[in-house]
């Protein structure tokens, strides 16, 4: 029997236009000069550089004055260094200072891949067949700077997808810090982005079993003060302030498309990039529904993983995840429990496929080797492409397997519905191979996703087309499982 893959004549490109107003910080002296030119302007100079700006970028960006100023606030050292308070300048003045600590950023400027797909919360004012659905991308800007980024598309009664045009705007999400830690879990996730023991020590005596983020800050604060002549130190100090931004809340306006949220790079432990979210659609044991999302936080040498939780993309609750199981790229976890149980799939040695079962969904222990490479064309790697599917048959693991030229394919395999860790199917051939149209781009040969969908019999796979762009291919379902059961 052999499988017939429909690919899509879908195709999602990087669009330069989509841009974000970023706090931009050219070094301390820089600034202060800056600064201190801006003041000895005559308010009639003021006002004629800031009424052009605010005229054009208003036109780019939902609230620039509200962006300006609020970049001008993150200035307060600097102003208080020039003996000035920002509340004395008058709102052109300070609208254009921000100004001048402000550029834009193009967040697809480079790449749009990796997608992932789940049911859109909203199903209402649809006709049969019909499905509303959310996908999310990767992005890469200037830098090589990843983030998270979202379309909406309709999916109708013969599979057609339509990728919803986007708004006019892409927005930031605010940060909230408002997390409790658990020190014995903080402090073990701070040995594994390996911050100096010692310090941990120190740390550890001062801190409550539970604590909140301003705590932790003033006994950072109090700590950097003894150790002023030590830089190595004082840099480990400001690890763990890192660490602790990877805690936090982002919340976006009711006002905004999911087209326009972004979800960029927030702690220092994110700063080279947000990578390869796995959203998935969880049904609790009550029925309620949440959306999780895996992804890996890059700061250019250590990998963190992370896990987003979501009930209507609006507000995004974000941790690191714990446990030796925790480790490398990967991480996918199953839209439900299994006999009482969260359950992940991971790649903790970055070449093989494992699975880890837990009470609490972001502490991960003990992982069990599920699969390794078998043929020729994921001898390389293999690794996951997104959650697990649930299917009467099974859960439908897509893979991804590097071969020969670092070639990136797209498999299948299946395992046992109430034992995950039996594998009973599989396809000994890739599902999906980079083609003529596809191989081409800022990563050749390469073709991936991050997470597929059932709709109308069909598996649905939005997958990057060698880390530039993406499409979409589809599956019969039910040949599909039983192809996979031919080989178990």
Request: aromatic share 10%; net charge negative; glycine share 6%.
């Amino acid at each position: 029997m052999r499988l017939y893959i429909e690919r899509k004549p879908v195709k999602v490109n990087p669009d330069t236009k989509r841009v974000i107003a970023r706090f931009f910080f050219n070094g301390e002296e820089r600034a202060l000069e800056v600064i201190r030119k801006v003041l000895e302007f005559s308010d009639e100079k003021v006002f004629s550089l800031i009424s052009p700006i605010l005229q054009e970028y208003s036109k780019r960006h939902r609230n620039i004055t509200k962006i300006l100023s609020r970049h001008c606030k993150k200035l307060k050292k600097q102003f208080i260094a020039l003996g000035t308070e920002i509340e004395d300048l008058d709102e052109y003045t300070k609208l254009l200072i921000g100004a001048y600590f402000t550029h834009e950023y193009s967040i697809e400027s480079a790449a749009f891949f990796n997608p992932s797909i789940v049911d859109d919360p909203d199903q209402t004012d649809l006709v049969e067949g019909e499905k509303r659905v959310i996908i999310s991308f990767r992005a890469v800007g200037e830098g090589h700077i990843s983030s998270i980024v979202f379309r909406r598309a309709l999916i109708d009664k013969d599979n057609n997808i339509q990728v919803l045009p986007v708004g006019n705007y892409v927005d930031e999400a605010e940060v909230v810090k408002n997390a409790i830690y658990v020190k014995k879990l903080f402090l073990k996730k701070a040995a594994y982005a390996q911050i100096d023991p010692s310090v941990l020590e120190e740390i550890e005596s001062k801190l409550d079993d539970k604590f909140e983020y301003t705590s932790l800050s003033n006994i950072i604060k109090d700590s950097k003060s003894l150790h002023k002549e030590n830089p190595d130190r004082l840099i480990e100090y400001d690890k763990i302030l890192w660490l602790s931004d990877t805690y936090h809340t982002i919340t976006f306006s009711k006002d905004t498309d999911i087209s326009d949220r972004v979800i960029f790079p927030i702690s220092e432990f994110e700063r080279k990039g947000i990578e390869d979210a796995r959203f998935v659609k969880f049904i609790k044991d009550d029925g309620k529904v949440l959306y999780y999302a895996t992804y890996t936080a890059f700061d250019g040498s250590l990998i963190i993983p992370k896990l987003v939780q979501t009930e209507d993309f609006y507000e995004f609750k974000v941790i690191p995840l714990y446990g030796d199981g925790a480790q490398n790229k990967n991480l996918a976890l199953f839209p439900r429990k299994i006999k009482g149980k969260y359950v992940m799939m991971s790649r903790i040695d970055g070449w093989n496929n494992y699975l880890m079962f837990s009470d609490k969904v972001n502490v991960w222990e003990n992982p069990v080797l599920l699969k390794q490479p078998r043929y020729d064309w994921e001898l390389v790697q293999i690794g996951n492409c997104g959650s697990p599917i649930e299917t009467e048959k099974g859960w439908i693991v897509i893979t991804h397997g590097v071969g020969p030229m670092r070639r990136y394919c797209i498999g299948v395999s299946l395992l046992d519905l109430e034992n995950p860790s039996i594998e009973i199917g599989h396809l000994k051939e890739p599902l999906i191979i980079p083609n003529n149209d596809e191989r081409e781009g800022y990563v050749p040969n390469v073709v991936y996703s991050c997470g597929s969908i059932i709709s109308n019999g069909e598996l649905i796979i939005p997958y990057g087309l060698s880390d530039y762009s993406s499409s979409f291919a589809s599956v019969n379902l039910e040949l599909l499982l039983a192809k996979l059961l031919e080989n178990n």
